[in-house]
């Protein structure tokens, strides 16, 4: 059985993505998404220089397209983009995001495919959390460790494949 808590995670992702880009929601609602070289510009930013505020304004960008775009399907659940509780929570969420969207973009026949999708979030995901523990060696996040630790151990599609599973079973459970 899946304890209550759990069945809050989408709630929570939605909510996140929301707060994270209020003025560019609107826009997308309107039909007026960002062209994709403006997105892989925004994506270029953010991965360049993830603390400047030319990134955080980019991550806006990349959100907006991820939630308009009917081109990228993004999964996000517990232990792919979803760690909450952290100062980082936002920026992790958006590289995730960020990651997805670049290869769905760069990747068109196989943008649909969400394990390919997830890993690639999920590796820009990882790649900001070594640039934080640079700037904070004290910042972990378990989530994180444990899919670093899959990648070195080569089963990163396992590590892939068992959250997936926990999204939908949860997704599932929620409705």
């Given amino acids: 059985m899946i304890k209550a808590r759990y069945l809050w995670i989408p709630v929570i992702v939605m909510a996140l993505v929301a707060c ?9 609602a309107e039909g007026e998404l960002p062209d994709e070289a ?18 955080v304004e980019a991550q806006k960008s990349v959100l907006d397209f991820s939630q308009g775009s009917d081109k990228i399907k993004v999964i996000v659940a517990r232990d792919i983009g ?10 992790l969420l958006a590289h995730y995001i960020a990651g997805v969207v670049k290869f769905g973009l760069e990747n068109t026949g196989e943008a649909s495919d969400e394990r390919l999708g997830t890993q690639a979030g999920l ?45 939908k079973k ?6």
């Fill in 20 to 28: 994270a880009m209020p003025h560019q929601a609107v826009c997308a």
């Fill in 38 to 55: 403006a997105v892989r510009a925004a994506i270029n930013t953010m991965f360049a220089d993830p603390f400047s505020e030319r990134a």
């Fill in 82 to 91: 979803f760690y909450p509780g952290t100062k980082y929570s936002d920026m």
């Fill in 123 to 167: 590796r820009a995901a990882l790649s900001l959390y070594k640039k934080i523990r640079v700037r904070e060696a004290s910042f972990t996040v378990p989530e994180l460790n444990v899919a670093e630790a899959s990648i070195q151990n080569g089963r990163l599609s396992v590590f892939i494949d068992e959250a997936l599973a926990r999204a």
């Fill in 170 to 175: 949860e997704r599932g459970a929620a409705k």
